[in-house]
């Protein structure tokens, strides 16, 4: 039984170590993608229009299930509001033209470090919506999978670094 279980735990500690190691420079993508943010997605980051960040609940709002009728109550009465399929916690609009570029310029590291296969989970956190001239550009981030979702008219994942 102790075998067992320190066998399941040694093998779960080497899939994490797997799956969150970073190859330097190597990009597990299509192989027509660099892996960084889109020459659209950086226009419309670089001069915004309107810049919201988001906060997110991590499980999808089609999986979540009150447990409690208070609960069920919050859900009926502070939601109706989704991103991309995630509940959404938190809204603030970045006015502020300098704090706008320290977070894309934080983004934009954080997807030029993040190489390498990310792991197979996606629990965001967080979002960001930029918009300039009409068209919109969509992230919604998982700093723990290291990953994000990239959206414009379609959908693409990046790899992302803890940096940001």
């Known amino acids: 039984m102790i075998g067992s279980l320190v066998a399941l735990v040694l093998a779960i500690g080497i899939g994490v170590a797997w799956f969150t190691r970073s190859d330097e420079g190597e990009f597990f ?18 001069a915004p229009d309107s810049f919201y960040l988001y906060s997110l609940h991590p499980e999808p709002a ?8 208070q609960e069920a109550t919050n859900v009926v009465s502070k939601l109706g509001e989704e991103y991309h399929g995630f ?16 977070l894309v310029d934080a983004l934009k590291r954080g997807v030029s470090e993040g190489k390498g296969p990310a792991p197979s989970c996606f629990s965001p956190r967080h979002g960001i919506r930029a918009v300039k001239g009409g068209v919109t550009v969509d992230l919604v981030i998982c700093f723990e999978c290291i990953s994000m979702n990239e959206v414009i008219t379609s959908s693409r994942s990046l790899r992302i670094s803890h940096s940001p």
């Open 87 to 102: 509940e959404i916690l938190g809204r603030a609009e970045v006015v502020d033209p300098v704090q706008r570029r320290e």
């Open 29 to 46: 993508g299509p192989p027509d993608d660099d892996g960084d943010l889109s020459p659209e997605a950086a226009a419309v980051l670089d």
């Open 62 to 69: 089609a999986f979540r299930r009150p447990q409690t009728p």
